[in-house]
């Protein structure tokens, strides 16, 4: 069965640290762009963060610049979203999806094929 499990997720004060962790099972990332994006309560879902496949540009939505890094490891199958500096609008469920295209209109999450259910990421003190 093909799909993306996401996790790391949880509650952590501000200025914290988490670290997503986006896992394929039934097909390889290789060949796949992934985004994370979120959507908090009450707003649209955004674009935080997406990787290419092959060359691994990466990109990053403003609000997160400086704050967030993704990677991947092809050996496991997993993308990761480190966050750093937390801040409480930072508050969402965040998910993972991948895409068989590339460039920077991956931020708008129109393109992906997959998607994952999504871990909640709550910054409060």
């Known amino acids: 069965q093909v799909q993306l499990v996401e996790s790391g997720g949880g509650l952590v004060q501000p200025g914290g640290s988490l670290r997503l962790s986006c896992a394929a099972f039934?097909?390889?990332?290789?060949?796949?762009?992934i985004g994370w994006f979120r959507q908090a309560p009450g707003k649209e879902r955004e674009g935080v963060s997406c990787?290419?496949?092959?060359?691994?540009?990466?990109y990053y939505a403003d609000f997160v610049k400086g704050r967030f890094t993704i990677s991947r490891d092809y050996a496991k199958n997993t993308v990761y979203l480190q966050m750093n500096d937390l801040r409480p609008e930072d508050t969402a469920v965040y998910f993972c999806?991948?895409?068989?295209?590339?460039?920077?209109?991956?931020?708008?999450?129109?393109?992906?094929?997959?998607w994952g259910r999504g871990t909640q990421v709550t910054v409060s003190s």
């Open positions: 990787i290419n496949s092959s060359v691994g540009t990466t």
């Open positions: 999806a991948a895409s068989p295209n590339r460039g920077p209109s991956l931020m708008s999450g129109t393109s992906y094929d997959y």
């Open positions: 039934g097909f390889t990332l290789d060949y796949y762009a």
